[in-house]
């Protein structure tokens, strides 16, 4: 079933990039907007400058909740991420543009759930297991896990990995590749030598995964080291802006994508993201905790992830730097400690 305004769908490709415009696309942005979008070929294909080109406002996950507000005859469909809080932008979520070709309608991902297509209110900007976040396509119904888990048998997963494939059968060869880290997986069935059956949006039948790919979706909240420890594994990823997988990222999708991992939806955006924090005082911040920046008179820019504990003034934190164009950590050198608004605590 196509895209229809009002109604919600979910993304059926590993990763979805959303845009500003249809009209903003560039001829490099190709590869991502194929049918199979190759992320990583696009990424790989950018220069220097084209990887911060602003047309690009964040990326989806498979499996990821959108509201369709308008469609076009050419492919392109105006959509809300409600997995992705930004105040500023709107109440329910992150709005921008998608290809039509990258979502499935939710019942796809399991034929014998209900119609989940009423919208209801936005939630909380910042949610976890004390307040889920959108729930896969096909999760079961709210429960005390964090995105809504039924018995533990069919409670969401999360992939632990950089990137994993999903296979049509347990030995079969790989039906959909560069499913990546933080993507919510619901299961269907026992797992079968070493591979567990999921259900994907867009296919009538489940998709095998890697077992030791794959956790269940925490119940409690986790420790930010533990967060920090997710952030770390993507060191030296190359800065993307808009970014928000594996295969490339910016400094607030680092943020919400480690968070995501434990089952914790931050709002998208580093301003937003100091909004849904608590102030911590200077030298009181803990590995985990988040810095922010700005220029006098100017809107947050800028967040990183603490990464050890102050001392005698000097900081050190890792975050996705749009100089070097890499995840890095280091100290905070003398222009970014002129900027730092803060410590703030998740």
Known sequence: MAPQPGRRAVVRVPVATLWTAPEAVRPIDCPALAGSPDVAAWIAGMD????????????LLLGEPVRVTETRP???VRVVALGQPAAKLGADGYPGWLRAAHLADPADADPSSPDP????PAGPALSGPA???PAPAGAGPAGPGPAGSGSAADA???VDVAHTALRAEPDGDAALTGV?????LTPAGPPVDGRRPVRVPGRADPLWATEDDLVPLPAERPEAEKVLAVAERLRDLVYVWGGMSTDG???SGLVHLAWRRYGITLPRDADDQAAATSRVPLDAERPGDLYFFARPGRRIHHVGIVSAEPRGGRRRMLHACYLTR???EEELPADRTATLVGAYRV
């Open 131 to 133: 307040s889920a976040a």
């Open 48 to 59: 220097r400058d084209q990887l911060v080109g602003d047309c690009v406002l964040t990326q």
């Open 326 to 328: 890499r995840v890095v």
């Open 180 to 184: 990546v880290l933080g993507t919510r």
């Open 117 to 120: 297509t009423d919208v209801g």
């Open 74 to 76: 050419d492919g392109w």
């Open 156 to 158: 969401p997963l999360t």
């Open 249 to 251: 990222i910016d400094c």
